[in-house]
């Protein structure tokens, strides 16, 4: 990357949470006494390719928010919209002189400075770069019977953070049509025209769902606690 690059992430976390149910929102959940966007946040804000970290919130979740952020200091917060892709493009809107940025869920706290690499390694050649985990079971149409397997090979499951040049993803976002839903932003890249590499992403990524999904989250960071400083959590 040349001295004129400024990446900067864009955490969303605007969204209700509608599947995991419940009145807090799945990113305030806490796991090992900090909130699961701040697990985002601080993994992003440690990588040192990272100039500032973003976020977009729901409306209404300010005093969550400003609880699970604490003393950490970073830019005002952005309020989302009612889809992902609003979200995304408010906060987008509210970020100056970027060359490029990592948009990621909140909803990943589990977050591996070796995906940062590796996206970032990838933006030197390519003006997008997502993670991506090949689909390991055998996939199969079907309604209550089972019909037709699906070929697995070169299928993947994406994840975040997705990593772009900063104007590319701004002027594919506009061009989607605001009648389509997105379920994330790699697509919305590729329909404007842009090649967007493939990294390895990590099962650790996996986004918190359902509500089994936050056992297996705060499992999984417990033992990458372990790993890493021999004590888990309280
Ligand atoms: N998101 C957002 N704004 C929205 C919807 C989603 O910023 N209007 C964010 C969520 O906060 C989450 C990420 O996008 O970090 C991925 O979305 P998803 O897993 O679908 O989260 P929710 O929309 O909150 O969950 P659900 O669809 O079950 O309501
Ligand atoms: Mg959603």
Redesign the pocket.
Known sequence: MTRSTHIVALV?????????GGDL???YWKIGGKAVIAHAVDALAAHPAIAAVHV?I?AGQEELYSKAIGTRLLPAPVI?????R??VLRGLAAIEGASHVLIH???RPNLPGAVIDRLVEALEHHPGAIPGLPVADTLARGTDILGDVVPRDQLYRVQTPQAFQFDAIVAAHRAWPDDREATDDAQVARAAGHRVAIVPGDALLA?I?FGEDIAVAEQRMAARMIARTGLGFD
């Open positions: 969303v976390a605007a969204g209700k949470g509608e599947r995991v929102p799945k990113q977009v729901g989302g919209g009612a889809s992902r609003d979200s869920d909140a909803a986004k769902t």
